[in-house]
């Protein structure tokens, strides 16, 4: 062994992408809350914020987690009834419309 030692480098602060503290993981669902608001219902949006919020300021990872994918959960669902309400309106109207031509 020659006096050889074994060195360990304990990398502190340093970041992947897709770890669980990292700033690019909250813009994501930050992102999302925000475009619910926007492109969605507004008071489901607002809830994806709220939990958006509440993961940049959780103490633990686990909590940082839940609040995470609660905030991901609440802006896809935002943006999914807000395309099912636009698509569902224009069918109705095209079926209404068929109907009022079979009473004449």
Known sequence: MNGDKCVTVKMEGV???HSPHSPHRD???????????????????????????KAETARTSKDQENFSKKARKYGMISIGV???ILITFPVLMVLVSYLLTLID
């Open 82 to 84: 807000w395309l099912a």
């Open 27 to 53: 813009l994501f669902h930050r992102r999302l809350a925000v475009s619910s608001i926007i492109c969605g219902l507004s008071c489901i949006g607002m809830m994806s914020l709220i939990y958006s919020v």
């Open 15 to 17: 970041e992947g992408p």
